[in-house]
């Protein structure tokens, strides 16, 4: 239980600055524009760096309560892009439309648990 709430605090920590308000909504418009980048190096906005802030605040703060508390969340292997777990959360949204009201930390965490559980 402490993990969790650790975790959730600083997750919360890591994104609070962009939005108190910030979820699967917003998630999802940033990072359908984050995958396009490769295409199109212009369409690059706050959006897009909001869904990779997202991603490697949650990734970051996974790590951090791993080392804490010896448990991992999720195992993502070394060297997957940003733009293949923007891939993945953009996936995992359009599935889920009905939690779309919950945060993007969250979110991110439940999609990358799912996708990259530790065996």
């Known amino acids: 239980m402490k993990l969790l709430l ?5 997750m919360g920590a890591a994104t609070a600055h962009a939005s108190s ?3 699967g909504n917003d998630l999802l ?3 359908e524009k984050l995958v396009q980048l490769p295409e199109n190096p ?4 706050f959006d897009s760096g909001l869904c990779a802030g997202v991603i ?8 951090f309560a791993g080392f804490e508390h010896g ?13 293949q777990l923007a891939r993945i959360m953009n996936k995992h949204l359009a599935e889920s439309p009905e939690v779309l009201h919950v945060s993007a930390g969250a979110l ?10 530790c065996e």
Request: hydrophobic share 40%; charged share 15%; net charge negative.
């Open 56 to 63: 490697s605040g949650v990734i970051h703060a996974s790590q």
């Open 71 to 83: 448990t991992k969340l999720f195992c993502i292997p070394e060297g997957v892009p940003i733009i």
């Open 29 to 31: 418009k940033g990072c």
């Open 6 to 10: 650790t975790l959730f605090l600083v």
């Open 108 to 117: 991110t965490t439940f999609a990358f648990s799912r996708q990259y559980p």
């Open 42 to 45: 212009d369409a690059v906005d």
């Open 21 to 23: 308000d910030f979820d």
